[in-house]
Each structure stands twice: as C-alpha cells, then as structure tokens.
C-alpha cells in the first residue's frame, strides 16, 4: 500500500457467495452471515447464518449530497464502541459521537485521535474508507454521517468483538510490534535551553535513575518548543550505556532522520501536535513515513509517539490524548479513554503520567500504578513547577513510584507475549470487560468503564480519587484472588470498600492465570532472563503462549521468534506443563532456570519434576539456598508452593505435578489403600489395589531418585508385596497411578523395625 492509505489489505479473501433472487431482495449467502439487498426501495439488511436473526438492517436508503448517511435500526439491549481515542468514552449507546479532530484543551469530550469505525454487540462492525469528518449518532436508530459525496464502507461479521476487531486491523493494518524496550518508562524534556546542553540530560536524568534504583528504558532529551539537540551521537551513546535508548521530539517534521538514526543511533521518533496536529491524511502520512524512517536507517523497529491519529495509525503509533494537568479528573477519564482506544485498534494508547500540567504526589503514584498495566508510557516534564521524574515528589510516592515500576519489569514477557497476540488478532493487551466478558451484560455500558482486563488474567481497578478504599470492582462470574494477599471471592459480586491504601492497586487475578515473569532489572537487557518466573494459579485447564524474540530487530517479521505454550490442568492433580521454546532467534539461550509459584490452600504430599520426586525444604532459607526443589509457604498470599529447577533445554517440554490427591471416588485414600508395616524394615505390602483395573507404582527417595520406576503390580493373597531392603533408612515416597487418578504413600525404612 502506499504511505497515508487507510487500507493497506488491499485484496481481502472471498468465500464462496450464493445469489437467491427473492420477490422482496436478493439473497448474498456466505458460509457465515447472509446479506439480504432488498429491492425497492434499495437498502441492506445483514442476518446471520439462518437467515432468521437480525444483525444490522437499515432504516432506509443511504441518502447523497454533501454528506452521506446511513441509517441502521438499533437493538434495545445493543451496544456500541469504537470511534477511536474519545476522550473519557469507550461505550456510546444513546451517544453521539464526533468523528473529527476536536482537542477541547484536551479534556473530558475532547477527539484526540478519532476513528471512523465502530462496532456492535449485535455481532458486526464499521469501518468508513474515508478521511471526511463525520458523526455517529447510537440512538434508537443510528444515524452515520460523514462529510462527503460518497459511501465506501467495510462491514465485519463477527460475531464477537475480538472477531470484529480481527477483521477491522486486517483491512487497516495491525498494531505495530513494540521493541521489547518500549513498555519500559519513557522520560521526556528539554535539556537545551537555559544554559543547558542536551548532554546534561546524562548527569541530571539518567544517572538518578541508575543511582535511585528506578527502572527506566527510554529519554527524548529535546522535547520543547525550538529545543533542538547538541552532540546527539555522544548523548545516545552515554545514554546507551546506562541501559537507556534514545528518542527525538519534533515540531516541524523529520528532515535530518537518517542522520538521527542512521548515525547518531536515535530509535524512537515523537510528532507534536505543531507538526502533525492538522489530522487526517496529513497526519497519517507524516506519522507512517516517521517509522518507516526508523526503519529504513537500522535493523530496528520503529518507535513513534503521535496524536491526530485515525484509523490505520494504529499500525505504526502509539497515540497519547494530549496535553493535560494531572489532578483526579485526569485519571478518571483516562481509564475508560484508553479502554475507547483498545476497542478501535490500538494496542498503544495512552495519556502523560499525572499530566504535563500542575500534578501531585498521590495522583502521580495512582496514575503511574495502573497504567503499568497497559503496554507503554511516559513522562513529559517542563510545564509543571516540579518535574516529572518518580522521584521528585519525594517520600514516600517516590518508593511507592518504584514498586510499580519494578513490577511492570517484571511483568514484561507477559505484557509483550500480549502485543505480539494484537500484532496477529488486533485484540489489545488493555481490554475492556467487554472483550473478555461479552454475555455478561453488566459489562456492556458504563458501569465497568473504571475497571480492565490487563490481558486475560489481571482485572485492575485504578483508584481515581483522593481515598484509600475503591468501591464498585464489579467481577464477573468465576474465582478471582486478590493479587496482594490471596483472598478469594467469587463473581459475580461487587465490591465495595477495597482496602487500597496508596501504595496499594486494586487488581484481583482470575483463576487459571498463568503468568510469566523476568527477573527484576531496570532496562532491558540489564542481566539475563534467567530465571523465568511462573506465577500459577490453578483453576480447570487453562493456557498462556509465551512470546519471545531478540526484542528490538524486524527479524520477527521472518519468523526469528519462539513461543512455548504453558498449561495448568487439576485433574485429576495440578500439572503445570511448559513446553519447548519452538522456534528460534539471536540471543535464544539453550537452557534456562524456571521459579514456579503455584497458589494452593493445601499442602501438596509430594511435588514431581517430569515424574521425579523433588527435594522438600521446611524452611525457606533452605529453599533460597538449594538450586532444584519445592518448598510450601503457607502463609503466602493464603499458600504457594514454590519450585525451582536446574536449567533446562529450551528444546524440550517439562512438567511439575503435584502428587496430592487423598480420594478415590470420593473416599479417602487411607481407606482404600492400605501400607504395612509402616514402618518397616525393607519388606512391606500394599493392600486395596485389586479394584483398580490398571496399576503402575513408582518408588522415591528423600532426594528424588528412582527406586522403582514404573512398576506393573501383580495382585497376591496377601496384597502386593514390595521391597526395599536394600535401600539406606529413611522416608520413601510411593507414587501410584490408578485407571481412576494418582495418590502418594509414604513409606518409613527403618532397619530396627520388625
């Protein structure tokens, strides 16, 4: 496609199409929806595959002039979303919305980067090829105006929104992949000016992070009005050497960005609204041609910030709402703001931390915490009577300001397994309930719009207002634990009078979640991701696909990428299963350590590595110190058991099982199996086996090691006999696979016995 083009799918794929004619309409059939095209007076009506169930219909004809409308007859219960960044809005049933640029000093109701699309609940979506200013009015008929001669619309069918969303960046182009760096906190300013060089930013900035201990992955060091830069090549190279990368701002285009990157090894491009704020065409050409200028001068990705956004700039920008004061208001709007934007294509949305105008100690934590849940985010000082760097507040938002921070570092490989499922389905890594949650109608309005989905499995609540308690966290039907101490509620309920005291986000994890981790550093790159961190929570059988690459080249693009699917299943025990790392790229390790920790209220009898009894620990200082074993912490977020491995290949799939089941068919083991002696002094036997069809036994030691190994028992008069004799004293673990589930005995040897 060309640069500044909406579409850039040029040919969709077609499905096969019957013609019926009918009396009243021709029928258009395809393997999904039917279209009926009705005759006289001539206006469309779209019905599902049973040509019985209504999905869109118009009202009548689309009418011409200097506008062009289409008028649609709207469902009672049917909701609506999209239309691009809106200001404070993300569902506009009743509504009507601007599709124009419309700044409004950038507040509540401003358009900062609008969208002509939108789609329903009913099961479809609208995309409007144009760059003409319009109006979607959602009332009881919806009336859809845009300011030119012609109607060239896409229509999607879904039927869900994640489906329509998929359809929608197919034709205008998928998020852009984020260079791994990118979710790291981005700190913009001018340091050339008043007796400054862009240099000091090195001094002033950079080192205080490192000194402070605040993560921090990306400076703009001339971002202000007529700043300009001053020995930009040694800037990025000190910068570089502290783990930062460097960006450049700009207000009157991107002459010199071949030298900027090509030379001076610049990565990220930010358009001002002086430059690109006239929207539309212009805008979407400027931006495109900013990436592709990242791009044409290193083997990197493009990284550009924008604003005047429209459909299409989701595939090269990150979109930010403006130029704001941070206050409460501000956070408040932002939230269902940035929810708007996911559900219009874009992965990357977002507003300045606590504003570029006046701000404040609590809401710059408040704001800072839960935007460490979306994909990316930045500062902007030099406008407010104090900067805008974590530390500046002082005591105690500063400390406050780094735990976020670290956490969102921490968060990484699921964060950006996340954006790289947007680059393939158009889905947002910050999700509206809605998206997760499309039958439960408590999520289709307004009544969620201060809450999302950070990915599938953390709902976070942001606090937008000067209090210690969050009421109306609404969780939808299923278990939900508190991320912070474990507590455990089930959806769907309300609630009210969260405990958040400052330091504390409100975010509850739904059960199943299995979510990767790296080790804690500051930038990208600091130290290997070595070990990976699970935090599991098992629930049924669930899934994450972990993606991962070098992080920063277009390699990806030609399949330099791997991805290990990860599964926890607690039938009939909790199996966490992480399979290989498949595929390939630079810098992929061989072998790796894992950390597991898996939520469980009980205590597991005994936990195995591929089928190998681990070493327990009692203490957690025996744990820390060990390199392989499991250890129970019971009093840890209401219990985890905590497992660490040796380094293993990243070629092959390993599995840790617990070893706990107590019942068979509902009666407890101890009254089904039987062991004796116990203790013994090498011969025992097992009684109760017999009414199991199948039985395959494996014996333990204390450290793990086969004694046993998948032994087929034979049944005799007095119960299976085995025999350990020969093995030192000590406590022996008898694990046994039954047609109906697994369970574990132990076993004492003790050579006095009798």
């Known amino acids: 496609s060309d640069i500044g083009d909406i579409v850039v799918y040029k040919q969709p794929p077609m499905t096969s199409i019957t013609v019926t004619p009918t009396t009243d309409y021709y029928q258009l059939e395809s393997n999904t929806c039917v279209l009926r095209v009705y005759k006289t007076p001539l206006r469309f009506a779209l019905y599902k595959k049973d040509n019985t169930t209504l999905v869109f219909e118009e009202s009548g004809p689309i009418t011409y002039g200097t506008a062009t409308t289409q008028r649609l007859k709207t469902g009672t219960q049917e909701n609506f979303y999209g239309c691009g960044m809106q200001n404070g809005y993300f569902s506009h049933k009743g509504k009507t919305m601007k599709i124009a640029i419309d700044f409004q000093k950038w507040g509540d109701g401003a358009v900062s980067n609008p969208a002509p699309f939108y789609m329903s609940t009913a099961g479809y979506g609208a995309f409007r090829n144009t760059f003409g200013t319009g109006s979607y009015n959602f009332s009881t008929t919806g009336i859809f105006t845009h300011n030119e001669k012609r109607f060239d619309c896409y229509y999607f069918f879904g039927p869900s929104l994640k489906e329509i ?57 001339n971002d202000g009005y007529g700043c300009g830069y001053q020995k930009l090549d040694y800037t990025v190279a000190e910068l570089s050497k502290k783990g930062f990368r460097t960006g450049l701002w700009t207000e009157k285009g991107t002459p010199n960005i071949a030298y900027e990157v090509g030379t001076a090894g610049t990565r990220c491009v930010k358009l001002d609204v002086a430059y ?23 083997s990197d990705r493009g990284f550009v910030w924008t604003v005047a956004g429209w459909a299409g700039t989701q595939r090269f920008a990150t979109v930010w709402s403006g130029d704001q004061s941070g206050n409460w208001e501000y956070i ?53 009577d104090k900067g805008k760097q974590p530390w500046m507040r002082g005591a105690p938002y500063d400390a406050h300001s780094q735990k976020a921070l670290k956490l969102k570092m921490r968060l990484t490989p699921y964060i950006y397994s996340y954006c790289h499922e947007a680059t393939e389905t158009g889905v947002p890594m910050a999700r509206a309930m809605v998206l997760e949650y499309p039958d439960d109608p408590t999520t289709w309005g307004t009544q ?25 966290i609404y969780l939808p039907k299923g278990q939900w634990i508190d991320y912070w101490d474990g507590t455990s509620y089930t959806g769907p309920t309300t609630l009210n009078n969260y405990n958040a005291p400052l330091d504390k986000l409100p975010v509850l994890v739904k059960a199943g979640a299995i979510v990767p981790m790296y080790p804690e550093m500051l930038y990208d790159g600091q130290k290997p991701k070595d070990p990976v961190t699970l935090d599991v929570y098992p629930s049924g059988q669930t899934s994450f696909t972990l993606f991962e690459d070098d992080g920063t080249t277009k390699e990806y693009r030609n399949g330099a990428f791997s991805k290990s699917v990860i599964t926890c299943t607690t039938s009939p025990v909790v199996t966490v299963n992480v399979g290989k790392c498949a595929g390939n790229y630079t810098g992929k390790p061989a072998s790796r350590k894992y950390e597991l920790m898996i939520h469980s209220t009980t205590k597991p009898t005994v936990v195995f590595l591929d089928n190998v009894a681990m070493t327990e620990y009692a203490s957690l200082n025996a744990f820390n110190a060990a390199k392989e074993g499991w250890y129970y912490a019971a009093a840890d977020k209401k219990g985890i058991v905590y497992v660490k491995t040796n380094p293993i290949s990243l070629d092959k799939d390993f599995e840790v099982r617990f070893g706990n089941i107590t019942t068979i ?75 109906q589930g697994v369970f574990v005995k132990k076993i004492v040897i003790d050579q006095n016995a009798n």
Request: include cysteine.
């Open 165 to 221: 969303l998929n359809g929608y960046t197919l034709i205008t182009g998928r998020p852009f992949m984020i260079p791994r760096w990118g979710l790291e906190f981005g700190d913009a300013d001018c340091y050339n000016k008043d007796g400054e060089t862009t240099p000091d930013v090195i001094t002033k900035i950079a080192n205080i992070y490192r000194q402070k201990d605040i993560p921090g992955g990306w400076i703009l060091p």
């Open 276 to 298: 690109i704020g006239s929207g539309y065409k212009y805008a979407l050409v400027e931006g495109e041609k900013a990436f592709k200028g990242i791009e044409n001068n290193c």
């Open 332 to 384: 408040r709007f932002h939230i269902p703001t940035v929810l708007g934007s996911g559900l219009s294509g874009h992965n990357y949305a977002t507003g300045d931390v606590d504003g570029i105008f006046d701000g404040s100690g609590p809401t710059y934590v408040r704001d800072l915490q839960w935007k460490c849940f979306t994909p990316a985010l930045m500062v902007i000082s030099g406008w407010a």
């Open 448 to 472: 969620t719009q201060y809450q999302f989905m950070s990915g599938e499995w953390f709902l976070v609540a942001p606090v937008y207002e000067n209090t210690t308690t969050r009421k109306g």
């Open 665 to 739: 068919n509902n009666i407890a083991s101890e009254e089904v199996i039987s062991v004796y002696p116990n203790p013994t002094a090498g011969k025992f036997y097992m009684e109760g086996l017999d009414q199991f069809d199948a039985v395959e036994l494996s014996v333990y030691n204390a450290i793990g090691e086969v004694i046993i190994s998948k032994h087929a028992i034979e049944k005799g008069k007095e119960g299976t006999q085995l025999e350990l004799t020969n093995q030192p004293p000590g406590i022996y673990l008898i694990h046994v696979q039954t047609s």
